[in-house]
């Protein structure tokens, strides 16, 4: 099966694809359709689970499949549509096998992405200048403990840094007139935004400092 993408669709695919990758060389995504739209689920070293949706220009049977992130990149690169028979292996991610739930979300707070974009990258230049002398002598124990302590932070909304960083990285916060909103359901946390959102588990994995210099 096909599925055909507009150019705008490809460009923010390709950007979602490119970080993941850069975070990961072997980083897997979650590919599930429905109807005329594609949703995208990945799991970036943060702890969370991002999910980008795209409009298709054709209706859609319902596939639910775990792609190579790499090889989806390398296969939009000279061309408009993902062809899923280019992936006959099968792949499994632990780290998207269970994905949030659809609901019902309660609402929480609101605002605009230029608002909180500046809180995100001063967060993150002070993590960096934090770690920066314990790289130098290789005390990797507790950088991921100072990283770990920064990941979880609450910045806004009630939703802990290493989500907005996350949402920041790929591209969901990049326009300050975005509007942004926060929820929560059944122990999960959202970050929901006209590009994409971010889910926060109930439970965070470790992350290191490899996730913050990318």
Known sequence: MNIVLGKDEIRVLKLVLEKLTIWDKNALVRLK???DVVGIYAAPPFGVITLTALPVKQ???EVDQVLVAMKILEQIQSADFLDLTKFSQPVHS???ALLPPEGPWLPGEKGMSGDVM???KERLDQLKKDVAPLTLVG?????DVMTQKAWDEKIWG???FGAMNAAAALGMLAHPGTRISAAICNGWKRLLTPSGQVFVKPENSLKTIFTVVK
Not at 139 to 143: H, L, P, T, Y
């Open 94 to 96: 632990a780290a998207l």
């Open 33 to 35: 359709t429905k109807s």
């Open 139 to 143: 005390n990797q124990k507790d950088i």
């Open 59 to 61: 209706a859609l049977a």
């Open 158 to 160: 009630g939703l802990p």
């Open 118 to 120: 500046p809180r995100v």
